[in-house]
């Protein structure tokens, strides 16, 4: 079901007020589909030009709400979005969005119709739990506890062909009293240490991805040192990570690790 609500200002093709109630709101694209349930877009002061798109000419003060958007990567439920329209230009705060179950805080900023379009995140969630997180894209639970994460992203497209290459920004995560399971890091430090070639980024990889993050930093020689005994786990007290971003390449920067024994 759709309800519409449109008020025009006197004289004049703007719009005084739009509402838009629908009871859900579906969006493809060709790798995912983007549904919202219970979608309520309203919009005051709506101003723009007589031209072919009049998005790229549009100011307005909007709220966005729905009560679940679900992808096929990820669902957060009760959402609600404040939007400040200028020409085209659009700067959304989040009032109400709940990330890996946590509320978090940011701001986006978006020009998609400049000559150049740029777009910036910053955005950071505190005290979720990792294993929310992780559950997306592995079967086992590789590593769980509480975890922050504070992204500060800029894309910069410059390049239609290869967009992605003017990503640039950073990525922090902090966490404390994790359980890593299938692998004991500390006898893994061990195992390593004799090679010198061993540092805490390889740790890391492993601490994050098993054996197959070993395999990218390292090599298959070490990733099959890193492949632990059934029920083996650690216990990490605080962990904290680093990356940046440079033309759309993540690379750590820097992993620090304590662990009960190390």
């Avoid at 959402?79 to 700067?91: E, K, P, Q």
């Amino acid at each position: 079901s759709a309800h519409a609500d449109l008020e025009l200002k006197n004289d004049s093709l703007d719009f005084e007020h739009i509402l838009l109630e629908l009871k859900s709101l579906d969006y493809t694209t060709e790798t995912d589909t983007i549904h919202a349930a219970g979608f309520v877009l309203e919009a005051m002061d709506v101003q723009y030009s007589g031209n072919d798109n009049p998005f790229a000419s549009l100011t307005a003060a909007i709220e966005v709400q729905a009560q679940a958007v679900r992808t096929n990567y990820f669902e957060v439920k009760d959402v609600a979005y404040s939007i400040d329209a200028s020409v085209g230009n659009f700067t959304v705060y989040p009032e109400r969005v709940q990330f890996f179950d946590k509320e978090g805080e940011g701001v986006y900023e978006f020009s998609p119709f400049a000559a150049n379009p740029v777009y910036k995140v910053k955005y950071r969630v505190n005290n979720f739990r990792v294993e929310t997180l992780l559950q997306k894209f592995f079967t086992d639970t590789v590593i769980s506890g509480p975890m922050d994460i504070n992204l500060d992203l800029l894309l910069s497209v410059s390049n239609q062909i290869e967009p992605m290459k003017g990503l640039n920004g950073s990525l922090n995560l902090y966490g404390r009293d994790l359980v890593i399971y299938g692998m004991d890091l500390d006898n893994l430090l061990k195992k390593y240490k004799r090679s010198q070639k061993f540092n805490l980024v390889d740790l890391g990889a492993v601490a994050l991805a098993g054996p197959f993050g070993l395999a990218i930093t390292k090599g298959s020689q070490f990733a099959s040192l890193a492949i632990g005994e059934f029920g083996e786990s650690t216990g990490v007290v605080e962990v904290v990570s680093e990356w940046t971003c440079r033309n759309g390449r993540f690379n750590i920067i820097d992993v620090a690790f304590t662990t009960e024994d190390n």
